[in-house]
């Protein structure tokens, strides 16, 4: 007999039939005589019930038959006489495939902290939370190449290792055959790059911008769509050394076009996870409900569900960050001194400040353009005021900063001079240069953090809740 999966009998299973199913045991209970076994398989939130007569079955077989435990159960289709689900599975074969000692196991059918599931994120994947985090998660980058094939975009792959450092931040992890405790060493004292696997210092990438534009000059219209890297010490909700970055680059795309782009793309996938996970969007939802009980009625966050239907239907606002500035000052929690940041031209947003926008002025998706030129890497198109540049970032509800991106300078001398004023060597970025040398066009581009999207999508808390196995400093288990 063929195995079907779970989702495919709860959803098509015919009373009467013949069926085999195999899983993971989520619970067992019953009574002397009966045993109900909730199976789950992966493939939907929903557990199929088996229902075992216990004279049917070995004794020490159902004793076995903990939660953990993998089964193959044949048995017959039957309607439900339980309320949740239409089909139960009678049982007329079940071969025991995997045990699971219940004293050890654990992962039991009760409520486990987010913490303690961090710490068991080899067996969290069989809990309904991170099954339905996982299967958002893969469905959302499903969407994300499916929309960038309908629209015409190639999926560049960009590469991992890099010798620069494309945000000028600094935060790269080096990447050496060199041995650690006696490098080789130059005659200033130094390790000796020119011995090391590369020849040179590389690092894990930051982005995959700067071989992205390449590649946009050329092929018209790209997309990366992989791991990137920082090491940068922050513990925060948000933060991640190793993270999945979508980046598009466009030719002959000014920053509006950028604009337009981005907002359509988030919209696209926010209906297609709205679309096609239902299920475990619903189950989501009515976790984060659960989880807000106890918090006063006016810092309840809105319902998961009509939150990403709100985002799809608001038009995001668009404003320079000299207004939001403005704005700032103006507001309320600056007057009574309530940020912990500063607020005044020149200096970074904060997650504190972006919020406030965002959930409390505008109480939707904000735009932010134009920044001071000095906080932004420096390929971004300088404006003619001297100041600032054509900067873009998108913020969202109880994320902040989701997208950063900007229109590139085209320019050669004004890139060049940038590159200058800011050490960057501009000897060893001849590659990236060139496209400015010839045939430069103007063009644009963003990156979307994978998992701040996944965040938002799923309404997790933490960043670490929604990838497989989070990287954060002092933090590799797996
Ligand atoms: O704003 P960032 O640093 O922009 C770039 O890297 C550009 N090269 C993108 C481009 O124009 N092609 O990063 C882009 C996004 C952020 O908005 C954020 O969502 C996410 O990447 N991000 C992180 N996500 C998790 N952990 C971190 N440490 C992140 N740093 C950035
Ligand atoms: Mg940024």
């Known amino acids: 007999m063929t195995r079907l999966k779970i ?14 199913a195999k899983g993971w045991v989520r619970t067992k209970r019953g009574s002397k005589n009966v045993n109900f076994i909730a199976l789950n398989d992966g493939s939907t939130i929903h557990n199929l019930q088996v229902v075992a007569d216990t004279g049917k079955f070995d004794e020490q077989l159902l004793r076995e038959i903990n939660t953990g435990a993998a089964l193959a159960v044949e048995g017959t289709l039957s309607e439900s006489q339980g309320t949740g689900q239409n089909v139960e599975l009678l049982a007329e074969k079940i071969e025991l495939l995997g045990k699971a000692d219940p004293e050890k196991y654990p992962i039991q059918p009760k409520k486990h902290s987010l913490e303690f599931l961090r710490e068991n994120a080899h067996l969290r994947f069989r809990t309904n939370t991170f099954g339905a985090v996982f299967r958002i998660r893969h469905t959302m980058a499903f969407a994300i190449n499916k929309y960038f094939n309908e629209k015409g975009f190639y999926y560049l792959h960009t590469p991992i290792i890099t010798a620069s450092d494309a945000e000028g931040a600094g935060q790269m992890f080096r990447v050496s055959t060199l041995d650690a405790v006696n490098p080789p060493i130059t005659e200033e004292g130094k390790p000796d790059y020119s011995k090391d696997f590369f ?30 890297f920082r090491a940068e010490n922050s513990n925060t909700t948000r933060h991640l050394a190793e993270f999945w970055m979508i980046e598009p680059e466009m030719a002959f795309y000014d920053l509006k076009d950028n604009m337009d782009l981005a907002e359509e793309f988030l919209k696209y996938l ?12 619903s189950f989501l939802s009515s976790r984060l409900k659960e989880e807000e009980k106890n918090k006063p009625q006016d810092q309840r966050s809105m319902d998961l569900v009509e939150k990403l239907q709100f985002v799809l239907n ?15 000052k103006n507001s309320k929690p600056y007057k009574k001194n309530k940020f912990q940041f500063p607020v005044d031209w020149g200096v970074d947003l904060q997650s504190e400040h972006e919020r406030y926008l965002v959930e409390k002025h505008f109480k939707c998706p904000v735009i932010l ?37 900007s229109q590139r300078e085209e320019v050669l001398e004004k890139l060049e001079n940038r590159m200058k004023e800011m050490d ?11 496209t400015r040398r010839f045939g430069s066009v103007v063009h644009s581009g963003f990156g979307l953090g994978f998992e701040r999207f996944v965040q938002f999508v799923t309404g997790m808390g933490n960043i670490r809740d929604v990838i497989a196995f989070p990287r954060t400093p002092k933090n590799a288990e797996f």
């Open 7 to 20: 989702k495919e009998i709860l959803s098509t299973g015919k009373t009467g039939t013949k069926t085999l």
């Open 314 to 328: 608001s038009e995001f606002v668009r404003l320079t960050y000299t207004e939001a500035i403005d704005i700032l």
């Open 424 to 434: 960057i060597p501009s000897e060893e970025m001849w590659w990236y240069l060139d």
């Open 199 to 228: 020849g040179r210092p590389t690092n894990l990438t930051v982005s995959g911008q700067l071989e992205g534009e390449l590649g946009a000059l050329a092929l018209g219209e790209i997309y990366t769509f992989g791991p990137t």
């Open 270 to 281: 926010i209906r297609y996870a709205l679309e096609h996970c239902s299920d475990d969007l």
């Open 369 to 405: 353009t134009d920044y001071p030129r000095d906080i932004k890497a420096f390929y971004m198109k300088q404006n003619d005021d001297g100041k600032t540049v054509r900067a873009m970032d998108v913020l969202f509800p109880q994320i902040g900063e989701i997208i950063g991106g």
